[in-house]
Protein backbone atom coordinates (compact mmCIF):
# COMPACT_ATOMS: atom_id res chain seq x y z
CA UNK A 1 0.00 0.00 0.00
CA UNK A 2 2.98 1.94 0.80
CA UNK A 3 4.12 2.25 -3.01
CA UNK A 4 0.62 2.88 -4.55
CA UNK A 5 0.39 5.72 -1.94
CA UNK A 6 3.63 6.67 -3.82
CA UNK A 7 2.32 6.18 -7.07
CA UNK A 8 -1.01 8.22 -6.15
CA UNK A 9 1.53 11.09 -5.18
CA UNK A 10 3.01 11.01 -8.94
CA UNK A 11 -0.53 10.64 -10.30
CA UNK A 12 -1.55 14.02 -8.34
CA UNK A 13 1.63 15.39 -9.35
CA UNK A 14 1.26 14.85 -13.13
CA UNK A 15 -1.93 16.35 -12.97
CA UNK A 16 -0.43 19.55 -11.68
CA UNK A 17 2.06 19.90 -13.93
CA UNK A 18 0.14 19.20 -16.82
CA UNK A 19 -2.71 22.19 -15.66
CA UNK A 20 0.77 24.59 -15.60
CA UNK A 21 1.47 23.39 -19.31
CA UNK A 22 -1.91 24.01 -20.42
CA UNK A 23 -2.10 27.23 -18.41
CA UNK A 24 0.83 29.06 -19.13
CA UNK A 25 2.47 27.42 -22.34
CA UNK A 26 -0.38 25.52 -24.65
CA UNK A 27 -3.08 27.92 -24.22
CA UNK A 28 -0.97 30.67 -25.10
CA UNK A 29 0.60 29.47 -27.70
CA UNK A 30 -1.84 27.20 -29.27
CA UNK A 31 -5.26 28.95 -28.65
CA UNK A 32 -6.13 29.31 -32.36
CA UNK A 33 -6.42 25.86 -32.18
CA UNK A 34 -9.27 25.89 -29.92
CA UNK A 35 -7.09 25.89 -26.50
CA UNK A 36 -8.52 28.58 -24.68
CA UNK A 37 -8.79 29.56 -20.99
CA UNK A 38 -11.52 32.49 -21.06
CA UNK A 39 -14.23 29.73 -20.21
CA UNK A 40 -12.25 28.92 -16.46
CA UNK A 41 -13.69 28.97 -13.27
CA UNK A 42 -12.50 27.96 -9.90
CA UNK A 43 -16.17 25.90 -9.52
CA UNK A 44 -14.92 23.95 -12.97
CA UNK A 45 -11.35 23.57 -11.30
CA UNK A 46 -12.93 21.95 -8.02
CA UNK A 47 -15.54 19.81 -9.45
CA UNK A 48 -12.69 18.19 -11.93
CA UNK A 49 -10.16 18.03 -9.41
CA UNK A 50 -12.82 16.56 -7.16
CA UNK A 51 -13.24 13.87 -9.56
CA UNK A 52 -9.92 13.26 -10.54
CA UNK A 53 -8.52 12.81 -6.74
CA UNK A 54 -11.35 9.85 -6.78
CA UNK A 55 -9.96 8.77 -9.75
CA UNK A 56 -6.63 8.18 -8.73
CA UNK A 57 -8.13 6.63 -5.08
CA UNK A 58 -9.27 3.96 -7.48
CA UNK A 59 -6.13 3.32 -8.50
CA UNK A 60 -5.03 1.80 -4.96
CA UNK A 61 -7.60 -0.76 -4.71
CA UNK A 62 -6.84 -2.59 -7.86
CA UNK A 63 -5.50 -5.85 -7.13
CA UNK A 64 -4.23 -7.46 -10.25
CA UNK A 65 -0.64 -5.80 -12.00
CA UNK A 66 -1.74 -5.45 -15.41
CA UNK A 67 -5.10 -4.13 -14.98
CA UNK A 68 -3.42 -1.51 -12.82
CA UNK A 69 -1.15 -0.47 -14.71
CA UNK A 70 -3.32 -0.04 -17.78
CA UNK A 71 -5.65 1.68 -15.09
CA UNK A 72 -2.54 4.23 -14.55
CA UNK A 73 -1.60 4.70 -18.31
CA UNK A 74 -5.45 5.31 -19.23
CA UNK A 75 -5.50 7.87 -16.34
CA UNK A 76 -2.33 9.69 -17.63
CA UNK A 77 -3.51 9.35 -21.26
CA UNK A 78 -6.94 9.42 -21.75
CA UNK A 79 -8.39 10.87 -18.53
CA UNK A 80 -6.16 13.86 -17.28
CA UNK A 81 -6.26 15.81 -20.55
CA UNK A 82 -9.93 15.56 -20.75
CA UNK A 83 -10.89 17.43 -17.37
CA UNK A 84 -8.34 19.86 -17.75
CA UNK A 85 -9.86 20.75 -21.51
CA UNK A 86 -13.56 20.78 -19.29
CA UNK A 87 -11.74 22.99 -17.03
CA UNK A 88 -10.47 26.03 -19.44
CA UNK A 89 -13.15 25.62 -22.19
CA UNK A 90 -16.68 25.65 -23.39
CA UNK A 91 -16.56 22.25 -22.93
CA UNK A 92 -19.06 19.54 -21.52
CA UNK A 93 -18.56 17.75 -17.98
CA UNK A 94 -20.15 14.56 -19.59
CA UNK A 95 -17.00 13.82 -21.65
CA UNK A 96 -14.64 13.26 -18.74
CA UNK A 97 -17.45 11.20 -17.55
CA UNK A 98 -17.68 9.15 -20.49
CA UNK A 99 -13.78 9.01 -20.51
CA UNK A 100 -13.88 7.79 -16.81
CA UNK A 101 -16.14 4.71 -17.98
CA UNK A 102 -13.37 2.38 -19.77
CA UNK A 103 -11.59 3.23 -16.16
CA UNK A 104 -14.66 1.74 -13.95
CA UNK A 105 -14.69 -0.99 -16.09
CA UNK A 106 -10.75 -2.23 -15.48
CA UNK A 107 -11.67 -1.09 -11.83
CA UNK A 108 -14.79 -3.48 -12.23
CA UNK A 109 -13.23 -6.31 -14.03
CA UNK A 110 -10.31 -6.30 -11.31
CA UNK A 111 -13.10 -7.17 -8.55
CA UNK A 112 -15.18 -9.75 -10.44
CA UNK A 113 -11.61 -11.71 -11.91
CA UNK A 114 -9.82 -12.52 -8.70
CA UNK A 115 -8.39 -15.95 -9.74
CA UNK A 116 -4.92 -16.60 -11.59
CA UNK A 117 -6.53 -20.36 -12.50
CA UNK A 118 -8.53 -19.94 -15.52
CA UNK A 119 -6.15 -18.35 -18.14
CA UNK A 120 -6.30 -19.69 -21.33
CA UNK A 121 -4.41 -22.56 -22.75
CA UNK A 122 -2.02 -21.50 -25.24
CA UNK A 123 0.70 -23.62 -27.63
CA UNK A 124 3.30 -21.82 -27.69
CA UNK A 125 5.87 -22.13 -30.73
CA UNK A 126 9.59 -22.60 -29.70
CA UNK A 127 11.81 -20.37 -31.07
CA UNK A 128 14.58 -21.96 -29.43
CA UNK A 129 14.30 -24.75 -32.37
CA UNK A 130 16.45 -23.23 -35.05
CA UNK A 131 14.25 -24.13 -38.01
CA UNK A 132 11.27 -21.99 -36.39
CA UNK A 133 13.64 -18.83 -35.33
CA UNK A 134 15.04 -18.79 -39.00
CA UNK A 135 11.76 -19.69 -40.65
CA UNK A 136 10.45 -16.09 -38.29
CA UNK A 137 13.49 -14.03 -39.18
CA UNK A 138 13.14 -14.95 -43.29
CA UNK A 139 9.23 -13.44 -42.50
CA UNK A 140 10.35 -10.69 -41.19
CA UNK A 141 12.52 -9.94 -43.96
CA UNK A 142 10.19 -10.95 -46.80
CA UNK A 143 7.66 -8.21 -45.44
CA UNK A 144 10.08 -5.63 -44.93
CA UNK A 145 11.24 -5.94 -48.45
CA UNK A 146 8.46 -4.08 -50.57
CA UNK A 147 9.63 -1.03 -48.18
CA UNK A 148 12.64 -0.67 -49.89
CA UNK A 149 11.04 0.67 -53.11
CA UNK A 150 11.11 4.15 -51.14
CA UNK A 151 14.86 3.29 -50.39
CA UNK A 152 15.53 6.36 -52.76
CA UNK A 153 13.69 8.70 -50.31
CA UNK A 154 15.16 8.02 -46.91
CA UNK A 155 15.85 11.08 -45.17
CA UNK A 156 18.29 10.70 -42.19
CA UNK A 157 16.69 13.89 -40.65
CA UNK A 158 13.67 12.39 -40.24
CA UNK A 159 15.06 10.88 -37.17
CA UNK A 160 15.42 14.19 -35.41
CA UNK A 161 11.79 14.42 -36.57
CA UNK A 162 12.93 17.33 -39.15
CA UNK A 163 11.55 17.14 -42.69
CA UNK A 164 8.79 14.88 -41.44
CA UNK A 165 5.54 15.77 -43.98
CA UNK A 166 7.99 16.16 -47.08
CA UNK A 167 9.21 12.36 -46.33
CA UNK A 168 5.28 11.14 -46.38
CA UNK A 169 4.47 12.85 -49.09
CA UNK A 170 7.76 11.13 -50.91
CA UNK A 171 6.63 7.92 -49.92
CA UNK A 172 2.82 7.81 -50.42
CA UNK A 173 3.19 4.05 -52.70
CA UNK A 174 2.19 2.36 -50.27
CA UNK A 175 -0.15 -0.18 -51.70
CA UNK A 176 -3.67 -1.90 -49.85
CA UNK A 177 -1.46 -5.01 -48.65
CA UNK A 178 1.32 -2.81 -47.66
CA UNK A 179 -1.16 -0.57 -45.53
CA UNK A 180 -1.89 -3.87 -43.73
CA UNK A 181 1.26 -5.22 -43.20
CA UNK A 182 2.62 -2.08 -41.74
CA UNK A 183 1.67 -1.96 -37.97
CA UNK A 184 1.69 -6.27 -37.84
CA UNK A 185 5.42 -5.78 -38.83
CA UNK A 186 6.32 -1.81 -36.67
CA UNK A 187 4.21 -2.69 -34.04
CA UNK A 188 4.11 -6.14 -33.08
CA UNK A 189 6.58 -8.41 -34.65
CA UNK A 190 10.14 -6.32 -34.87
CA UNK A 191 9.30 -4.80 -31.32
CA UNK A 192 9.24 -8.93 -30.23
CA UNK A 193 11.92 -9.78 -31.94
CA UNK A 194 13.87 -6.93 -30.53
CA UNK A 195 12.33 -7.65 -26.73
CA UNK A 196 13.12 -11.50 -27.71
CA UNK A 197 16.86 -10.91 -28.77
CA UNK A 198 17.35 -8.78 -25.39
CA UNK A 199 16.36 -11.40 -23.12
CA UNK A 200 18.08 -14.47 -25.03
CA UNK A 201 21.21 -12.27 -25.55
CA UNK A 202 20.58 -12.82 -29.49
CA UNK A 203 23.11 -9.46 -30.28
CA UNK A 204 22.58 -10.39 -34.10
CA UNK A 205 18.78 -10.42 -34.21
CA UNK A 206 19.10 -7.42 -31.95
CA UNK A 207 21.41 -5.59 -34.38
CA UNK A 208 18.68 -6.69 -37.31
CA UNK A 209 15.78 -5.61 -35.26
CA UNK A 210 16.91 -2.23 -34.44
CA UNK A 211 18.07 -1.51 -37.87
CA UNK A 212 15.02 -2.66 -39.47
CA UNK A 213 12.74 -0.80 -36.66
CA UNK A 214 14.61 2.32 -38.43
CA UNK A 215 14.54 1.45 -41.85
CA UNK A 216 10.30 0.95 -41.46
CA UNK A 217 10.37 4.79 -40.00
CA UNK A 218 12.88 6.01 -42.44
CA UNK A 219 10.97 4.27 -45.17
CA UNK A 220 7.15 4.63 -44.57
CA UNK A 221 7.15 8.75 -43.81
CA UNK A 222 8.62 8.86 -40.40
CA UNK A 223 5.51 8.21 -38.39
CA UNK A 224 6.50 8.74 -35.07
CA UNK A 225 4.31 5.94 -33.74
CA UNK A 226 6.92 3.79 -34.59
CA UNK A 227 9.66 4.79 -32.92
CA UNK A 228 7.12 5.06 -29.25
CA UNK A 229 6.27 1.61 -29.54
CA UNK A 230 10.32 1.16 -29.87
CA UNK A 231 10.83 3.05 -27.34
CA UNK A 232 8.21 1.69 -25.41
CA UNK A 233 9.65 -1.67 -26.13
CA UNK A 234 12.86 -0.74 -24.88
CA UNK A 235 11.50 1.32 -21.59
CA UNK A 236 9.22 -1.26 -20.13
CA UNK A 237 11.74 -3.93 -20.94
CA UNK A 238 12.48 -4.43 -17.27
CA UNK A 239 11.09 -5.15 -13.96
CA UNK A 240 7.33 -6.30 -12.94
CA UNK A 241 4.13 -4.35 -13.47
CA UNK A 242 4.02 -2.42 -10.61
CA UNK A 243 8.04 -1.54 -11.32
CA UNK A 244 7.13 -0.34 -14.65
CA UNK A 245 4.04 1.53 -14.05
CA UNK A 246 5.88 3.49 -11.39
CA UNK A 247 9.09 4.30 -14.10
CA UNK A 248 6.25 5.47 -16.24
CA UNK A 249 4.81 8.01 -14.11
CA UNK A 250 8.37 9.20 -12.79
CA UNK A 251 8.60 9.40 -16.90
CA UNK A 252 5.79 11.04 -17.76
CA UNK A 253 6.37 14.14 -14.65
CA UNK A 254 9.62 14.65 -15.55
CA UNK A 255 8.70 14.75 -19.24
CA UNK A 256 6.34 17.57 -18.09
CA UNK A 257 8.08 19.34 -15.39
CA UNK A 258 11.14 19.68 -18.37
CA UNK A 259 8.40 21.15 -20.68
CA UNK A 260 7.84 23.81 -17.92
CA UNK A 261 11.69 24.92 -17.11
CA UNK A 262 12.20 24.75 -20.86
CA UNK A 263 9.85 27.64 -21.54
CA UNK A 264 10.87 29.74 -18.41
CA UNK A 265 14.66 29.35 -19.36
CA UNK A 266 14.85 28.96 -23.43
CA UNK A 267 11.19 30.52 -24.14
CA UNK A 268 10.80 27.02 -26.11
CA UNK A 269 7.54 25.18 -26.36
CA UNK A 270 8.82 22.43 -28.19
CA UNK A 271 8.36 19.76 -25.85
CA UNK A 272 4.65 21.63 -24.84
CA UNK A 273 3.62 21.20 -28.40
CA UNK A 274 4.30 17.41 -28.18
CA UNK A 275 1.97 17.06 -25.18
CA UNK A 276 -1.08 19.00 -26.78
CA UNK A 277 -0.51 16.82 -29.34
CA UNK A 278 -0.62 13.55 -27.31
CA UNK A 279 -2.84 14.64 -24.02
CA UNK A 280 -4.71 17.21 -24.65
CA UNK A 281 -5.63 17.09 -29.21
CA UNK A 282 -8.24 14.11 -28.63
CA UNK A 283 -9.69 15.60 -25.63
CA UNK A 284 -10.40 18.97 -28.12
CA UNK A 285 -11.22 16.81 -30.85
CA UNK A 286 -13.75 15.17 -28.65
CA UNK A 287 -15.51 18.07 -28.08
CA UNK A 288 -15.83 18.95 -31.73
CA UNK A 289 -17.29 15.25 -32.45
CA UNK A 290 -19.81 15.75 -29.52
CA UNK A 291 -20.86 19.34 -30.61
CA UNK A 292 -21.47 18.32 -33.88
CA UNK A 293 -22.77 14.51 -33.67
CA UNK A 294 -24.98 15.09 -29.96
CA UNK A 295 -28.60 13.90 -30.93
CA UNK A 296 -27.46 13.04 -34.76
CA UNK A 297 -25.94 9.85 -34.44
CA UNK A 298 -24.30 7.13 -36.71
CA UNK A 299 -25.61 4.21 -35.81
CA UNK A 300 -22.68 2.49 -36.58
CA UNK A 301 -23.56 3.45 -40.02
CA UNK A 302 -20.28 4.83 -41.20
CA UNK A 303 -18.81 1.47 -40.80
CA UNK A 304 -17.30 -1.62 -42.97
CA UNK A 305 -19.56 -3.80 -41.43
CA UNK A 306 -22.65 -2.06 -41.96
CA UNK A 307 -21.03 -1.18 -46.01
CA UNK A 308 -21.04 -4.77 -46.37
CA UNK A 309 -24.22 -5.19 -44.99
CA UNK A 310 -25.28 -2.76 -47.61
CA UNK A 311 -26.53 -0.16 -44.61
CA UNK A 312 -23.54 2.65 -45.01
CA UNK A 313 -25.02 5.68 -45.42
CA UNK A 314 -21.86 7.62 -45.21
CA UNK A 315 -20.24 8.61 -48.85
CA UNK A 316 -17.01 10.27 -47.06
CA UNK A 317 -14.64 9.22 -44.30
CA UNK A 318 -15.60 11.29 -41.13
CA UNK A 319 -12.24 12.40 -39.75
CA UNK A 320 -11.82 13.76 -42.67
CA UNK A 321 -15.04 15.37 -43.00
CA UNK A 322 -15.04 16.60 -39.45
CA UNK A 323 -11.58 18.22 -39.81
CA UNK A 324 -11.89 19.80 -43.19
CA UNK A 325 -15.73 20.85 -42.94
CA UNK A 326 -16.19 21.33 -39.22
CA UNK A 327 -13.25 22.32 -37.61
CA UNK A 328 -12.11 24.20 -41.73
CA UNK A 329 -8.63 22.98 -42.12
CA UNK A 330 -7.69 22.09 -45.72
CA UNK A 331 -6.64 18.25 -45.75
CA UNK A 332 -7.15 18.02 -41.83
CA UNK A 333 -7.86 14.50 -40.81
CA UNK A 334 -9.61 14.91 -36.97
CA UNK A 335 -8.81 11.67 -35.94
CA UNK A 336 -10.50 9.95 -32.45
CA UNK A 337 -10.48 6.89 -30.99
CA UNK A 338 -12.48 3.87 -30.23
CA UNK A 339 -14.86 6.50 -26.88
CA UNK A 340 -15.55 9.08 -28.93
CA UNK A 341 -16.35 6.99 -32.24
CA UNK A 342 -19.06 5.00 -29.35
CA UNK A 343 -20.38 8.19 -28.71
CA UNK A 344 -21.11 9.55 -32.32
CA UNK A 345 -22.55 6.09 -33.22
CA UNK A 346 -24.82 5.82 -30.36
CA UNK A 347 -23.90 8.27 -28.09
CA UNK A 348 -23.76 7.13 -23.87
CA UNK A 349 -24.87 4.12 -24.97
CA UNK A 350 -21.69 3.34 -27.50
CA UNK A 351 -19.27 4.99 -25.22
CA UNK A 352 -20.17 2.27 -22.77
CA UNK A 353 -20.42 -0.82 -25.60
CA UNK A 354 -16.77 0.60 -26.57
CA UNK A 355 -15.56 0.58 -22.86
CA UNK A 356 -16.51 -2.73 -22.29
CA UNK A 357 -14.77 -3.92 -25.27
CA UNK A 358 -12.07 -2.16 -24.32
CA UNK A 359 -12.06 -4.26 -21.22
CA UNK A 360 -12.85 -7.34 -22.67
CA UNK A 361 -9.50 -6.66 -24.80
CA UNK A 362 -7.17 -5.72 -21.65
CA UNK A 363 -8.81 -9.03 -19.93
CA UNK A 364 -8.07 -11.50 -22.80
CA UNK A 365 -4.73 -10.33 -22.70
CA UNK A 366 -4.29 -10.51 -18.56
CA UNK A 367 -5.49 -14.16 -19.55
CA UNK A 368 -2.57 -15.06 -22.08
CA UNK A 369 -0.68 -14.23 -19.06
CA UNK A 370 2.04 -12.84 -21.22
CA UNK A 371 5.70 -12.55 -19.72
CA UNK A 372 5.79 -8.75 -18.51
CA UNK A 373 9.27 -7.92 -20.70
CA UNK A 374 7.06 -7.57 -23.51
CA UNK A 375 4.06 -4.93 -22.26
CA UNK A 376 5.73 -2.38 -24.66
CA UNK A 377 3.52 -3.85 -27.38
CA UNK A 378 0.72 -3.57 -25.57
CA UNK A 379 1.42 0.11 -24.42
CA UNK A 380 1.76 1.10 -28.31
CA UNK A 381 -2.02 0.19 -28.57
CA UNK A 382 -2.82 2.37 -25.40
CA UNK A 383 -1.36 4.92 -26.71
CA UNK A 384 -3.08 4.80 -30.59
CA UNK A 385 -6.49 3.64 -28.55
CA UNK A 386 -7.43 6.93 -28.92
CA UNK A 387 -6.65 8.20 -31.84
CA UNK A 388 -8.47 5.28 -33.47
CA UNK A 389 -11.87 3.73 -34.99
CA UNK A 390 -12.06 0.34 -33.79
CA UNK A 391 -12.08 -1.55 -37.14
CA UNK A 392 -8.85 0.10 -37.85
CA UNK A 393 -7.63 -0.63 -34.47
CA UNK A 394 -8.43 -4.32 -34.89
CA UNK A 395 -7.22 -4.60 -38.51
CA UNK A 396 -5.15 -1.59 -39.82
CA UNK A 397 -3.29 -1.08 -36.75
CA UNK A 398 -3.02 -4.51 -35.88
CA UNK A 399 -4.30 -5.26 -32.81
CA UNK A 400 -6.25 -8.76 -33.88
CA UNK A 401 -2.50 -9.67 -35.28
CA UNK A 402 -1.39 -8.94 -31.96
CA UNK A 403 -3.44 -11.38 -29.77
CA UNK A 404 -3.18 -14.03 -32.35
CA UNK A 405 0.76 -13.59 -32.31
CA UNK A 406 0.87 -12.95 -28.55
CA UNK A 407 -1.21 -16.57 -27.84
CA UNK A 408 1.43 -18.44 -30.30
CA UNK A 409 4.80 -16.53 -29.89
CA UNK A 410 5.51 -14.25 -26.81
CA UNK A 411 6.34 -16.01 -24.07
CA UNK A 412 4.31 -16.92 -20.31
CA UNK A 413 5.14 -15.59 -17.18
CA UNK A 414 6.13 -18.57 -15.47
CA UNK A 415 7.34 -16.38 -12.79
CA UNK A 416 3.86 -15.28 -12.05
CA UNK A 417 4.91 -11.57 -11.95
CA UNK A 418 1.28 -10.55 -12.57
CA UNK A 419 -0.23 -12.36 -9.62
CA UNK A 420 -2.75 -10.42 -7.45
CA UNK A 421 -1.36 -8.00 -5.36
Known sequence: ????????????????????????????????????????????????SIFVLFMICLSLFIRNKLYSIVYIISLTLLFFGQTIFYVYNNSNFILAI???????????????????KNRLKSIKIDLKDTLTYITLVIVTIILIAPYLQN????????????????????????????????????????????IYSINNKKRVLAIFSVISILLIFLLNGALKSILIG??????????DYFKKSSNFLFAILATFTISIFQYILADSYLLADYIRRI????????????????GNFTFYKHSNVAELLGQNEYDF???????????GSKGLYANVGIFTEGFFSLGTLGVFISSCIFGFIIYLIKQLNLHPSYFGIVFS??????????????FTHGLLFYILFAYLFIPNDNRMLNRLE
Open 1 to 48: MKGKLKRSLLLSMIYLALIINYRFIIAIHFDYLGFHTQYFSIYKLSIA
Open 98 to 116: YMAIPLWIIYIIDKIDRSN
Open 151 to 194: IANINIKNLLFMDVYESRAANNSTNFIMGYIFSPLSRVLLPFLL
Open 230 to 239: FIASLFFLRG
Open 279 to 294: FLTPSRLFQVYYDYFN
Open 317 to 327: FIPQFIGENVI
Open 381 to 394: YLYIINTSFFETLL
